[in-house]
């Protein structure tokens, strides 16, 4: 039992509550409705990465700043729903503010590769219409995200890379940062030396929206010392990310190899379609079931079309924050048993 999970860490947290290795909140109000019927639930649920880190390697300073900034993502995202806004723009803004933030692997915070270099992917998707977008192996976009989510609505491809894709972004008018930019402080060197083991950080959001739509994101900076401009999981639908109203959106974090070869995050969705399957059986059965029998470490998060949600791994934390409508609302880290 890790106790850090119990530890309210700051007043700004302190609505916050404990979450266990899987969580399924029902939302007390959901009619039934098509995506033009305003409903009253919505959901969210972020995480920002998975790995195997022990919990007596976390100072109880990292933990604070790891769930003041998950508290203040979920917090963007939150705000976007009750205000009657898009899954799409709380997922898209949510992410937004984790690619700012240093202390996670993706944007600024981003690995280096075998070169010394960050090389960034990402990747959302519409449940409401099945278009996706998609940017991989991009050096200079500050946003991914918000750069994905342009090749979605702003061309008829899927997914761009490398230099083509930070052209498109400019002519996108979307910034551009020098190089430089992922290269962040030594505060986060500091920070790299006593994590350096651990592979962690991807950012992921799920949302629902009062009209019933979903959308999910993700993005990263990708494995720690990779090369060959070798692409995980994070930027590919289906693997990474996945998302169709009828059933949920998906995000996922962990060995992406085995995320693409299992096709997790659309796995889940047939599971739920074809099955019949609840959200949080479809994610057990693949988290802890196939892709754990496989070899394959990580963890997914995913919001149904009812606004239940599901945070599991397979590892043992996973940095994760949730709010649903009229319910619980909270960050977490390690399992709770
Ligand atoms: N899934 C990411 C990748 O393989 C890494 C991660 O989630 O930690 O690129």
């Not at 609505?153 to 979307?174: D, T």
């Not at 190089?179 to 959001?205: A, M």
């Not at 934390?317 to 609302?329: N, Q």
Request: net charge neutral.
């Amino acid at each position: 039992m890790h106790m850090k999970t119990t530890l309210i860490v700051a007043a700004a947290l302190a609505v916050f509550s404990v979450a266990s290795c899987r969580q399924s909140h029902s939302p007390e109000s959901v009619t039934s409705g098509t995506a033009d019927t305003i409903r009253q639930a919505w959901a969210i649920v972020i995480h920002g990465g998975a790995g195997d880190l022990a919990a007596e390697n976390l100072t109880p300073e990292t933990e604070m700043a790891y769930r003041t900034s998950l508290a203040a993502a979920i917090d963007t995202g939150k705000r976007i729903l009750q205000q009657g806004g898009s899954a799409l723009d709380a997922v898209e803004r949510t992410i937004r503010t984790l690619e700012d933030n240093p202390l996670f692997n993706a944007g600024r915070g981003a690995v280096f590769t075998h070169d010394g270099k960050n090389e960034l992917d990402a990747s959302i998707m519409d449940g409401s219409s099945l278009m996706a977008g998609a940017v991989a192996a991009v050096t200079d976009i500050k946003n991914p995200i918000s750069a994905a989510r342009a090749v979605m609505e702003q061309s008829p491809h899927v997914m761009l890379s490398g230099a083509g894709a930070s052209e498109f972004a400019r002519e996108h008018r979307l910034e551009i940062v020098p190089p430089s930019y992922f290269f962040t402080d030594r505060r986060w060197n500091d920070l790299q030396e006593i994590l350096k083991k651990e592979k962690h950080g991807t950012v992921g959001c799920c949302a629902l929206d009062v009209r019933g739509n979903l959308a999910a994101g993700t993005s990263t900076g990708g494995m720690d010392n990779k090369r060959y401009n070798r692409i995980g999981d994070s930027p590919v639908i289906g693997a990474g990310t996945y998302a169709r109203n009828q059933t949920c959106a998906v995000s996922c974090t962990g060995h992406g190899e085995f995320f693409i070869r299992y096709t997790v995050a659309h796995d889940v969705s047939a599971l739920m379609e074809y099955r019949g399957m609840t959200l949080a059986a479809a994610a057990d059965t693949v988290v802890q079931g196939k892709l754990k029998r496989a070899g394959g470490k990580g963890g997914l998060i995913g919001v149904d079309h009812q606004g239940n949600i599901v945070m599991t791994f397979n590892t043992k934390a996973m940095f994760r924050a949730w709010a649903v409508s009229k319910g619980s609302i909270g960050t977490a880290i390690f399992e709770s048993k």
